[in-house]
């Protein structure tokens, strides 16, 4: 909270003509934290706020004193809601730019008492140079007002050629914040926090996304992915945050994924993250899933290992499905979780015999299905030794590529 003896101080040296004693309170001022401000009680710093409303509004050749009166209004927050009017004038053309960034800062941290700025702000959005249509895009997400202009020019600042930085970069953010759809959107967002080298794309969509409705596809997988494994700690809490904006616990955000398995292709990554935490979500995924989610359920699952052991009876009904996809995925997670072949290599073999569940005989399908079969039984290695006799027999296939895979398939487990 700010001591009201200093404040009347302050306001005393700005109404004053000492430049030099203006410069030391506009720096005293400039030193209160914004949770110093918010705390602080609005009648006690509306005397304030008249007096910087003035320095914004005189017609004098001493810029200094308005940039820093609107810098001092922005970090007062919604307490500077009547200062909006002057600091609008601040946005227009002929006014510096720089001073006209600040005034674009200071109405973004005012929120919703400035919507009446949202429309020279949306102007902002095209016809500005970049440092101010950035300030603007930000201010815009943060005032939450939406108009089409608003819409219009974030979508267009979005879908512009230049890469996801600047202000495309928070016409992201703001879009998400105003709920406004854009095309590629979320794909391009969730895409970049799971994948992207680049530092800041990954913090931007982090922050981007955690104003998402968390059952937008791909939000809470690739937020929960961040948010377990990004290694970069300033990354790590910006997802967090959002789930905790989003009221997710790691239970539901674990749910949330696996009713994203068909999806998304983050949710399988996200629950296989998540350990032991997403087993009862992925188990329940396994028993009620269409095809694919039963697949991916299986597969996430024996990422999990050992961890997902109270998963076993569920990977072993699994296996006798009629898809061989989730035969084959939940075999190899059911070697995943326990360890032990007996039930898992009968079920692979019978894969590698049944003419139906490989495929047609000559045909691309088989091939790449027989090989993933025999890829999981090599890498059993010698548990699997019960596959010997059927990969002896694909040792001798008409496919060179079957042929040599089952050969090396045979080394692996027989040492030999």
Known sequence: MINRQNLRTHIHALEGGDLPLKRQTFQALREQTEEEWANSPAEAVAPLVEVLRGHLAKETNVPFYQKEAATVLGNMGPHAGPAVAQLVALLADGVPDTLREVAATALGKIGKPAKS??????????????????????????????????RTGLVKLWL?????????????????????????????????????????????????????DKNDP?????????????????VREAAQAGMDRMGLTPEKAVLVCAEQLGGTPYAEAALRRSGKTAV?????????????????????????????????????????????????????????????????????VGLLKNKKKAGPADGEQRRMFLQTVMEALGRMGPPAAGAVPALTALAKDDNRHIKETAQATLRKITGS
């Open 280 to 348: 009862p979500a992925l188990v329940k995924a396994l028993n009620a899933g269409g095809t694919g989610i039963r697949a991916k359920a299986s597969r996430a699952l024996g990422g999990i290992g050992a961890e997902a052991a109270e998963a076993a009876p569920a990977l072993e009904e699994a296996m006798t499905d009629s898809d061989p996809e989730v035969c084959l995925a939940a075999a190899k997670g059911l070697w995943d979780v326990t360890g032990v072949p007996d039930k898992a290599v009968p079920v692979l």
């Open 117 to 150: 700025a949202a429309a020279p702000l949306a102007r902002l959005l095209a016809t500005a140079r970049p440092a101010l249509s950035v300030r603007a895009a930000r201010a815009l997400g943060n005032i939450g007002s939406v108009n089409e202009d608003v």
């Open 160 to 212: 512009s050629p230049q890469q996801i930085e600047g202000g495309k970069a928070q016409a992201a953010i703001a879009l998400c914040q105003l709920g406004i759809s854009a095309p590629t959107l979320l794909e391009t967002l969730t895409k970049a926090l799971v994948a992207s080298q680049e530092l800041s794309l990954r913090r931007v969509a982090a922050e981007a996304l955690s104003y998402c």
């Open 218 to 234: 791909g939000v809470v997988p690739a937020l929960l992915t961040a948010s377990l494994g990004d290694k970069h700690e300033g």
